[in-house]
Structures are given as C-alpha cells and as structure tokens.
C-alpha cells in the first residue's frame, strides 16, 4: 500500500471545510512535499510530523513523500493538519490499518514527543463532522470545546500514539465531556443600581427589543453600572445562537469560554481600538470585537473619544448585522448581531447641564466634543437617555436597593415572546412591511408623530426607530396596539435629536 486517504477540516470564517488528506509514497530520494496551498505552518509541518513518527516508535518511511491537501485552491493554515499527515504518511505505509481511517475525522497539533497540542476553530468542525456523521478525533485540551455539539461523537487523545492504538482495536478513546456551565445568574444585577428610574427603564426598553442605546450624562452618574448589568436582563440564548457565538470565539483564536458560553456575549474594547480591532480583518481575516459580540452586547465608553472613523465602520453592520471584510488574497464574512450601549459625557468636562454650574465648556467646545460623533451613526441609536448625577440620598449606604434583574428579565422575555409570535424576531429587526402592519397608529398619534419630524428634524430612519421603541414600549405593557402614551414615551427618548433641534434653532 502506498496511498492513503485521511479527512479533516480546515479554518474558513466560521465554517470548516472538508479537507482530504492525500499521502502518496513512490521511489527516488527521500523527499517530503506537501502541496494544496498550505502556508508556512503547514509546510513545516513535515519536520514535526517525522520527529513525532519516530519518537512514537513507528518507522518514517525514506522515501519519496508527496501530501496533497484537496481541494487545492482552498488556502490552508496552522498546525491543524499535523495529526492526519501522520497518520497518512502511517497508513500509506501499512503501520495503522487503512480502513480505520474512513469513518473518522482528523485534527491536531503534534509536538515533538508525539503529544498532540490544541488548535483553534476546532467547534465549526465538530458541527461539521456530525452534520456528515463522521466521528471527530482531537486533542484532549480541545475535547470540552467540541464536546458542546450535542449528540455529536467526539474523542479525545493525548498523544499519536493512543490514536494509532484506537485505530488498532487495542484501546477505546474516551469520548469528549462537556465542561461544567457557570448559573445564569451570576453575573452584575440590577439591584446594584440605586435611583435612575428613566435610565433602568430605557434599559429595559432596549433589552425587550434589541434596540441599541446611548447614555448621556456626568462622570460617575452610573452609565457605564448600568449599561454592565443588560445581559443579565437579556433572554436566554437558544442552543443554535449559542453555539454560533461560541464557533466564533472558537476561530478568533482567543478560544472558548467553556463556562459561561450559553451567556450573551459582553464586549467592551477601549476607545483607543483601531477599525480592523472592532470590525476583524488581518491578512489572515478573524472577527473583531463585533462579531465576538454576535447575539450580544457590544459596550463603546466614552464614545465621544473614539476615532471618528473608527466609529463610522460600524453604520452598515448596525443594519445588515454581518461584516464582509475583502483583501487582496481573500474575503471574509462574519456575522454581527449585536446590540450597541454606548456612553458618553455630554461636554469635554463632563458636567454640561448639572445642577451645581460647574461646567465652564462655551457652545463651540460642546458642539465640536458632540461632533465627534456622526449624525449617520447617532441616527442608527434608538434610544438617547439623559442620565442625571445621582442624589445625595441615593448613595446612602442605607438606600433601598433596585429591582433585581430576574425580576426585569421576566418582563422583557414575555415582551421578546410577544414579538417572536409575531413577527419571528426583536422589535428592531422588524422590516419597513411588518412595522407598518405591527405599528398602526391613530390619526391623532399620527399627527403627533409628524410635529415631532418637524420639530427634531428626524430621518425617515429615526421615524421608524421610534416606531419600533414604542411597539416594544407596547408589548412591555402587553396593549395591543400602540397608545399616545408609548409614542409619546418613545418620541422622549430621542434626546440628542431634541438637542440638535434647539441649537440649530
């Protein structure tokens, strides 16, 4: 025998194609080539493979070597490949039995000694493997990770030689055991957070319908407290919604966290992150922090300090909720659902507008600092909430605490219920055909909707934001149709709209 055949997967996105490992051993020179577009890790993946072949105690064959890996236009990278060049190279030879190897797929990183080291992106291909009923082998560090697929038949080894050994009939593999999960409800809670009743409100507004939201206010009034505690009044992730987030994290390379996976994404990157650094790209393109938080929650502090560009990449995958990153060599796309918080100050002092007259910033220096901000992106934020310094009997150590979350979660899964039934998502991902069936409103609501455009100057865009802010304030109150009071509660929400409006006034 001098063929041999071995399946694995490489790393595409968030997908894993099928990758067939093809090892031929013909005469001539000892040569070992590896061909199908392999990049640097892969090519030298030949110099671990034979040190592991030999310090397993298998024979590596002097002879001419040729590995293709099909299909030969797809690029392939990392040290993934390792452990199914083994064992072609020990199949083609006749040291493991060939037949063996047909109903098995193959991933891993071999060391030196013939241990097998972890590899990234091993979730995708377990999702993979078991969509075509093939059992999946990897290293034991990776077993937890792939072992999230449910019902799929993943094994775990420690080293080439337990795999050769399994191959062999003589020893069973265990099969890969799911890591202990985290309680749900262990995270920041919203009891934590003492007055602020319009902010703890709009919050659960935009949990209830996956709005995006801006707090506006002084240093320390709470904003970034608050905005900490929405996952935790978020509903649950589905099983296919948190497997989707957790194969991201799984490619990223920053890997999976084992015990909290079925929790909602929080991301918070600091102001100074580059473009690539929030939306992904690199050569070799992985997600950046807006795909890491798919079905999340994506936190931007002080917003007013960011890049403005920086800021203004996020304006298309706000609406597609995907980003598509091109180069020169290949294109990525990632998914990004995500639900944006944003905070800022509302003059560069931070104190425009308190009560105590501290702030001493002139017109123009309050314009230029909330210029910052695009008025495309701050049209694309639902939600613009005035959060006040708190009070002096607020911070008493003796004040009465807030509502839990779990009490807040309640409401808004019954409102996200409402809204799935109805119309098979969030409020905020609602069409301009299902807004205008689901958020009908009287001819006196009508004509307050329209002096609120002429007065704010909105957007056809902000029109229907607001639209959608008051069918979720509605469903939150279980009406079935929308009221003065949610149009008017919705329409108050839009307070840098308003603000605009008086200073071009």
């Not at 304030?473 to 008086?502: F, P």
Request: proline letters at 7%.
């Amino acid at each position: 025998m001098s063929l041999a055949l071995v399946h694995s997967r490489a790393r595409e996105n968030v997908r894993a194609p099928a990758v067939r490992v093809e090892v031929h051993l013909s005469g001539g020179l000892p040569n070992t080539a590896i061909v199908g577009l392999p990049e640097a890790a892969v090519r030298e993946s030949k110099d671990r493979v034979r040190a592991a072949i030999q310090n397993a105690q298998f024979e590596y064959p002097a002879r001419r070597i040729t590995v293709n890996l099909a299909p030969a236009d797809l690029p392939k990278d990392g040290a993934r490949f390792d452990l199914p060049i083994a064992l072609g190279i020990l199949a083609a030879t006749g040291q493991i039995p060939l037949d063996a190897l047909a109903s098995g797929e193959f991933l891993g990183e071999l060391a030196l000694t013939g241990e097998l080291r972890a590899v990234d992106g091993v979730l995708p291909a377990a999702i993979a493997a078991k969509a075509d009923g093939r059992t999946l082998f990897v290293p034991q560090a990776n077993g937890a990770e792939a072992a999230l697929v449910a019902d799929a038949d993943v094994r775990t080894a420690r080293t080439l030689l337990e795999i050769c050994a399994h191959l062999h009939g003589h020893k069973t593999l265990p099969e890969a055991v799911v890591a202990p999960v985290a309680p749900a409800d262990d995270g920041p809670d919203l009891a934590d957070v003492r007055g602020q009743a319009l902010a703890r409100r709009a919050l659960e507004i935009a949990a209830a319908g996956a709005h995006h939201l801006l707090f506006l206010g002084p240093p320390g009034c709470g904003k970034t407290l608050l905005a900490s505690r929405l996952p935790g009044i978020l509903p649950p992730l589905s099983e296919d919604e948190a497997l989707e987030t957790a194969a991201i994290a799984s490619v990223s390379g920053r890997g999976v966290d084992l015990s909290h996976w079925k929790r909602r994404p929080w991301r918070a990157p600091h102001h100074t992150a580059s473009a690539v650094a929030l939306v992904g790209g690199g050569a070799d393109p992985r997600p950046g922090e807006i795909s890491l938080a798919h079905h999340g929650v994506l936190f931007l502090d002080e917003l007013a300090e960011w890049d403005r560009y920086t800021l203004d990449v996020l304006r298309e995958p706000m609406e597609s909720g995907r980003v598509c990153i091109s180069r020169a060599a290949r294109q990525a796309e990632f998914p990004a659902r995500f639900q944006l918080v944003a905070a800022m100050n509302p003059c560069p002092c931070g104190w425009a507008g308190d009560a105590s007259g501290r702030c001493r910033c002139t017109a123009e220096q309050v314009a230029r600092y909330r210029g910052r901000i695009s008025g495309p992106l701050l049209d694309r934020i639902d939600l613009h909430v005035a959060v006040p310094r708190l009070p002096h009997g607020d911070l008493r150590a003796d004040a009465p605490p807030g509502e839990p979350s779990a009490a807040v979660r309640a409401r808004v899964v019954g409102a996200r219920r409402i809204q799935v039934q109805r119309g098979g998502g969030p409020n905020a991902l609602l069409g301009q055909r299902q807004l205008e069936r689901v958020a009908r409103l009287s001819a006196a609501d009508q004509a307050l909707l329209e002096r609120a455009i002429d007065a704010l100057q909105l957007s056809a865009r902000a029109t229907h934001r607001i639209l959608r802010v008051a069918r979720t304030i509605a469903d939150l109150a279980d009406s079935a149709s929308i009221t003065t009071a949610h149009l008017s509660e919705a329409i108050g929400y839009r307070q840098l709209d308003r603000r605009s409006a008086m200073s071009t006034a």
